[in-house]
């Protein structure tokens, strides 16, 4: 079952009755709302003003639900996740830790090249040239001791924004950097959801390795899935509408992500399901029993088969 992703961006009181969110709004004219916890994969907390009871955190935590909550510029800083997420957590966390670094490396190229593959066939989606990304893809070596991920990107975005004034991605630069940063921001949740829910560590990255980052596994494992937030920003921005500042509208948009449908090994399946796939076959080559990580086909055509 797809699980529902819910947006809160005005003062409300969340609480749980009878295994269901309860939502009241300080505006006594605005309705009683209630939605199954069960169908929660995600729920995002942007206004300050907003409480939430202990039980229903406990309950949410218990049903694997991120909770989301975001900082003054409206962007997901923080993630709720249960501190046990598999029941075989332990022995599973034992075997990512002693990867050796050859493993790693290996997992490493296989990412890399993912990635720029799928960047290829999003540029050619959209009718632009893909030959390097697609030489690029096929000349990644163990580790990307080439840099190909950091060169292949610069010139993805230079391809795929060329038509946007004075864009080049980075983290405060001008629009449509916005729509990306929120909605990587969301992938990133998504990836450290599914991490914990195969029984493994997001802070223990195969190449991220940055003390301050606890989500360094996440941010590796999201990087060939990245392709599926340019691809909503990119529609986005072709409706020629105002994407300067982000609305309500928009981050529905965005937050409609988790369930894009998406082609993994053959079968098509919402992302959050596919991530999860993509996890538990991570936690398979830790374990030895496979070489291979699982990551999605970015089909040049949206429509599922």
Known sequence: MIKRTLFF????YLSTKNEQLVVRFPDASKKEKTTPIEDLGYIVLEDPQITITNGLIRKLVANKTAIITCDQQHLPCSLVQPLVGHSEQTERMRH?????MPLKKNLWQQTVAAKIDNQANHLLRREKKALKLKRWATSVKSG??????????????QSLFDDVAGFSRNQKGVPPNNLLNYGYAILRAVTARAIVGSGMLPSAGIFHRNKYNAFCLADDIMEPYRIYVDAVVYEMVATGGNISELNTTLKAQLLSIPALDVFLDGKWSPLMVAMSRTTNSLYECFLGSSRKILYPEFQRTWTPA
């Open 9 to 12: 961006g005005n003062p409300a």
């Open 96 to 100: 990512q830790l002693n990867a050796s």
């Open 144 to 157: 990307d001791t080439g840099n190909h991920e950091a060169i292949a990107a610069a010139h993805y975005f």
